[in-house]
Nanobody, 131 residues
Framework: QAQVAESGGGSVQAGGSLRLSCTIS??????????MGWFRQEPGKEREGVAC??????PVYYTDSVKGRFTISRDKAKSTLEMNSLNLEDTAMYYC????????????????????????WGQGTQVVVSS
């Protein structure tokens, strides 16, 4: 398990940009064992994996709706999600997550429901996109 804290978010007009940041706290030698990612959830809807990445980089995963607009990066215990060309459908609560032993696309499915003990979640940060 790791402690996860995210920051950023806020309100922006459609077409604008926001940056979310996340830092995980764990034993130094265990940081490399955690893949990191971002989920989002709108009220009444299923939590959706947005982007995820392993410690050592390599391939990253993006859900189709954000490809070409969002960029996830990783620097040791910190992950950043750059969100550009935001649209109304991007409005949601965004959660940073650390997945122990995760592969690069760990956030692409519903594993978070079945193997929750491997996931450490942040408190969430709200993103509101207005027209």
């Amino acid at each position: 398990q790791a402690q996860v804290a995210e920051s950023g978010g806020g309100s922006v007009q459609a077409g604008g940009s926001l940056r979310l940041s996340c830092t995980i706290s764990a034993k130094i030698r265990e940081i490399t064992d955690f893949a990191m990612g971002w989920f989002r959830q709108e009220p009444g809807k299923e939590r959706e994996g947005v982007a995820c990445i392993r410690f050592r980089g390599g391939p990253v995963y993006y859900t189709d709706s954000v490809k070409g607009r969002f960029t996830i990066s990783r620097d040791k215990a910190k992950s950043t999600l750059e969100m550009n060309s935001l649209n109304l459908e991007d409005t949601a609560m965004y959660y940073c997550v650390a997945r122990h032993g995760g592969v690069y696309d760990f956030c692409s499915g519903s594993e978070w429901r079945d193997r929750g003990r491997l996931y450490s979640w942040g408190q969430g940060t709200q993103v509101v996109v207005s027209s």
